[in-house]
């Protein structure tokens, strides 16, 4: 064999050893996307689950809650939402003269009160006009409240609802706090 017989075999294995290269990583990255949507799902599942439990301990915890601050709510509903329309809300309490809408999430930010006040709020009565004659008052509820954030609800007019130390649930706002009338 000559040396460009030899070169030339040897050209030819490295392009051999890089086209399996390449399909090896192919195969790699396959994998790392598989395990990572995998991880994605079991993280949502999870979220899902802290979603749950905020709405479950709120609506088992609402009338009580606020019966200690001189309002009774005769009827709580969960999961409230029109039929062919995938926007729900989380826990709906009436009494004969007020609706209150609470939306829950696992941890509050500004931008969850503020996207509740600025979209979800104002729709609540063109989606639900049996309730349009009530006075209709707005509550966010979260596992996880921050002081900051709490004070930033109350001063836009809404009730805060979390979980207190023994596992039950509390508002959260100041004594004194009246609730703002949003329609």
Avoid: C
Avoid at 29 to 38: K, M
Avoid at 56 to 74: A, C, H, I, P
Wanted: charged content about 40%.
């Amino acid at each position: 064999m000559d040396r460009w017989e030899v070169l030339y075999k040897s050209i030819k294995e490295l392009r051999e050893s890089i086209r399996e290269l390449r399909e090896s990583q192919r195969e790699s990255q396959r994998e790392t996307d598989r395990q990572i949507r995998e991880l994605r799902v079991q993280l949502g599942d999870l979220g899902i689950v802290q979603g749950e439990i905020g709405e479950e301990l709120f609506y088992r915890n609402l009338k009580s809650m606020f019966k200690k601050r001189g309002m009774v709510f005769n009827r709580v509903r969960r999961n409230l939402r029109k039929r062919r329309d995938d926007r729900e809300y989380d826990i709906v309490a009436t009494n004969g003269t007020q609706v209150l809408v609470v939306e829950v999430k696992n941890k509050l930010r500004r931008k969850h009160i503020d996207q509740f006040l600025e979209e979800r709020l104002p729709e609540f009565k063109e989606k639900f006009p049996q309730y349009k004659d009530k006075e209709l008052l707005g509550a966010v509820g979260a596992l996880v409240v921050k002081d900051d954030v709490a004070r930033y609800a109350e001063r836009k007019g809404l009730f805060v609802l979390t979980q207190t130390d023994d596992g039950g649930a509390a508002i959260i706002n100041r004594e004194r706090f009246k609730p703002q009338v949003f329609g």
